[in-house]
């Protein structure tokens, strides 16, 4: 390794490292508990564990076997559908928060349909923000996995059905088992995304507390009116996303593509 | 040769006057209200004023109060209520009002959930968006309607105004100047006299052009600006 890249490298991780340190030295550590334990806070911690625990599952029981598809398929138009499914990780999430208004909204074609059928209106409901997190954060689970699928090969698929095993058993027997160190990084990258989403979610389900409020638009709200308070949590919602990632197998999210 | 110094001396000429943003330009944080109505006067000043640019910044009053908190280069900033001044009153010169304002209920064109009044607005079914009450029109609308339940409390009246004007709530707590913006119904309710928002204005103590700014507040509090403000649906201080 040429030692001069130890410049750019350096400032790369300055880049990384000093705005928190800015955010520690601004913050009111004094009254960090009283801040973080304020009515309004402990409902956006208890809304955002709930709602980005609840999206992780989704994104788990819809993304997996999408990557597996993804990954396995053999049907044209597979490589346009894994480039579709890359959309939301590259789009504003402001911009996926009006396409999700737009289609579940009471003017959007779904939205109205749901409201017609079976009276459900899901624009300013928890389930919104699930639905808003889970779009943000599911093409992490799926670009995980897929890689790993793509690394590990058919082989020991293609063997274990030689030997006569139906594919339902192939693949809880062959393949889940060999996804699982990725299936656990998806796991934690899908979480901690759907822990920090704020622009769908505010687009989508807008901001009132205990129901649409998670953790990033208190920070938001705060941020205008009370300073220390909104700091005070951005310091819980960084101890939540260092949690997330030491206590959450950090090998797995360094092996992650 | 001689031209072509002329041209140059000219040129350098030219590029000392426009080199000075600081004495053409005026910096104006203003309440996201007074969209439409400083706009229209940001057009007067510059005709009056040639060679002299206004550059509006519209949000929240809370959010730009929090700009200026933090060393934004302001020229002139115009609140929508005084406690948001209040909060920067150590960057500020003396306020002035200069303006007053009052909620109304908007409705989608139509009103397609027949609303009539405040009590409406409770109705099992209706969905009601209000601002948060940590802003100027949310302060207001805690103050006319302590016991509504919203469905959402946004940051600033013009997401209200959104998302009342995409059909996405039954109704909305905005400013009457919002509500003239033609996109959504108004319905006036006589609660809302109990919170009348006075709007003041003031220049910045560090204002980088103070001269020009406060002909900018003076054309505000002037009868041209007064009349532009009663135009757009203002009361008067």
New interface residues.
Partial sequence: MPGVLWVPAVLGLAIVVLPLVGLLVRADLGNWVEHVTSPGAVAALGLSLRTAAMSTVLCLILGGPLAVVLARARVPGVRVLRAVVLLPLVLPPVVGGLALLYLLGRSGFAGHALDLAFGVRVPYTTAAVVIAQTFVAMPFLVVGLEGALRTAGERYEAVAATLGARPWTVFRRVTVPLLLPAIGSGVVLSFARALGEFGATITFAGSLEGVTRTLPLQVYLLGETDVDGAIAVSLLLVLVAIAVIVVARPRAVERAP | MIKAVLLAAALLAGCGTGAGPAETTVTVFAAASLTESFTALEKGFETDNPGVDVRLNFA?S??L??QIANGADADVFAAADETTIA?VADHLENPAVFATNHLTIAVPRGNPARITGLADLTRPGV?V?VC?P??PCGAATRKVAPGLR??????DVKAVLT?VA???ADAGLVYVTDARSGKVDAIDFPESAAAVNNYPIALTKQAPNAPLARRFVDLVLSSTGQNELVRAGFGKP
């Fill in positions: 929240g809370s959010a109060a929090q909060r969905t968006v948060a940590q802003v919203p469905a959402s409390e946004e940051q998302k995409a059909g996405e």
